[in-house]
């Protein structure tokens, strides 16, 4: 029997003591304790928020120009307040200090101002940008960054004269050259009195060895009611614009310079019109829409006098609409590269009806109406019957448009486009490239018009002109290449393009 042998043990056992007296979770536990508490510390001395300051600024310009404008600024932050306003200016990536605005102590609105100055150090013409950064007092800085376009535009356009014609002819055109340099340039060409005439293009549509940048070549034909003082212009952004003034003096003959007639039985002529009201009436208003039925019903009450009423509204009013259409069409498309050079090809017709005669529409009975050609009737010679492109270049048009029946409209570059109406069958689709002499349409008779030939206008820059001055051998081209060259050697340039 052992020593205990008998004795009853008892329920209870001491425990030896731990060494570590927190297991690790809960070592955790008490870390992120001590972690709120610090924040709690922090964000009641310097305030804990989620919202971003806010910032109303009055007084930025859209151009920053010789006179300095004064920015004035409100920053405000409802929890910790107020900490910085910074204000730079970003330019072609490079960012220009305006400075850095502190309120003194703690507030939670913040007034102050500063000038927008062209004379920044760094700052040049051209675009540009203002930031605004507003910071707050937070523990992590929570900004808020404003952004304002600006433009700084303080010179006007430098512009200068290099070639103009001394004079033109009715109905001609003229090369203008001229240099014309902004960083803000906004638009250029020719005026004519206080109106823009013709929009300059960059040299280098006129002629390809021209490649400065501010070099502007264009072609302008003669406005038939010319009055005012010529001029190159040229205009940026923020609205200045310089101009150079010359003199042109016009001469050749005046409209009306001979008296065509054009024959057509009464019977024929308002069937013609009876037709011709519904494809007239093809995109225009509804009021001349309405008018168009009203003449198309005195027809048949009033017979000739209807006809002639019917007539002078499809030319005066119509026509001119159908020519707006052809121009505005013109004006979308970008600008191409001149495809025209040297003398133009018409094929074998022989002019008729020149640019500014005076056609007399007549019948059995006289005159029925009259107008002044702002283009050419082409006899056809032989059994000649397609109407041809003068000169190289884009189809723009290809379809029917109402009085001037079916028509084919080329932009053949550098401002000069063709349209040749009152065909038949067309050859040519929309978009096409055709080359010089390539057949557009068989010649027809419709839209307003009692006699088959080829009718074909030349507009330059969306104004008509006269195509006699583009069919003589040494003409008009031969004119405007010798120009150029002039130019190219004034500048120095080497001509080295083939045509």
């Known amino acids: 029997m052992t020593p205990h042998a008998g004795k ?19 070592m955790l536990a008490a870390f992120a304790i001590g972690v709120i508490g610090l924040f709690l510390v922090i964000g009641f001395y310097f305030g804990i928020e989620i919202e971003k300051p806010t910032l109303e600024v009055e007084g930025v310009p859209a151009f920053v120009e010789n006179q300095d404008s004064i920015v004035r600024f409100r920053a405000q932050d409802t929890g910790s307040g107020v900490d910085s306003v910074s204000v730079v200016i970003e330019q072609a990536g490079v960012m220009l200090p305006i400075g850095r605005f502190e309120p003194e102590g703690v507030t939670h609105e913040f007034q102050g101002k500063f000038l927008l100055s062209k004379a920044l ?48 002819d009715y109905g001609g055109v003229g ?12 638009n250029t060409g020719l005026a004519v009195g206080k109106d823009q005439y013709a929009t300059g293009r960059p040299a280098v549509l006129m002629d390809p ?7 502007f070549a264009l072609i302008a034909a003669t406005p038939s009611n010319a009055t005012g003082e010529w001029a190159v212009f040229a205009s940026d952004v923020a609205g200045h614009t310089t101009r150079v003034p010359f003199s042109i003096a016009l ?15 009464e019977g024929a002529l308002i069937r013609l019109l009876a037709n011709l009201s519904r494809d007239a009436s093809n995109g225009i208003q509804e009021v ?71 056609v007399v529409l007549e019948d059995e009975q006289g005159q029925v109406f009259t107008w002044v050609s702002r283009g050419e009737v082409l006899e056809p010679i032989g059994d000649a019957r397609a109407v041809v492109a003068p000169y190289s270049g884009t189809v723009r048009m290809a379809g029917r448009l109402g009085t001037l029946g079916e028509i084919v409209v080329v932009d053949h570059g550098a401002g000069l486009a063709s349209v040749f109406y009152s065909l038949e069958q067309r050859h040519v689709f929309e978009g096409a490239f055709v080359v010089q002499g390539q057949a ?43 120009a150029l060259n002039g130019i190219k050697g004034a500048l120095g340039i080497e001509s080295s393009s083939v045509e």
């Not at 008892?10 to 297991?23: D, L």
């Not at 310079?257 to 057509?264: A, D, P």
């Not at 006699?468 to 405007?480: D, E, H, K």
């Open 8 to 26: 009853k043990e008892s329920g209870f056992e001491r425990e030896v003591p731990k060494r570590f007296p927190f297991s690790v979770p809960n």
């Open 121 to 168: 150090s760094g700052l040049r013409e051209g675009q540009a940008s203002l930031h605004i950064d507003t910071k707050d007092r937070s523990v992590w800085g929570s900004s808020t960054n404003t952004v304002f376009p600006l433009v700084v535009d303080s010179y006007e356009p430098s512009l200068q004269l290099l070639s103009a014609p001394r004079s033109m």
């Open 175 to 186: 090369l203008f050259v001229y240099k014309a340099g902004d960083a803000n340039l906004t």
């Open 209 to 215: 060895d021209l490649l400065q940048a501010d070099l």
């Open 251 to 265: 001469a050749g003959a005046a409209p009306g310079k001979k008296i065509v007639s054009e024959f057509t039985s």
């Open 288 to 358: 001349d829409r309405k008018k168009l039925e009203s003449f198309r019903q005195g027809l048949e009450t009033d017979g000739r006098k209807g006809a002639i009423a019917f007539v002078d509204f499809l030319i005066t009013t119509i026509r001119e609409k159908e020519w707006e259409t052809i121009q505005r069409r013109l004006a979308i498309e970008p600008p191409t590269p001149r495809r025209w050079k040297g003398q133009m090809f018409v094929g074998p017709f022989a002019p008729r009806v020149g640019f500014g005669d005076k």
């Open 440 to 482: 557009l349409a068989d010649i027809g008779i419709s839209g307003l018009h009692a006699s088959k030939a080829a009718r074909m206008l030349f507009l330059v820059n969306g104004q008509p002109v006269d195509p006699a001055f583009w069919r003589q051998p040494n003409g008009l081209t031969s004119a405007i290449d010798g």
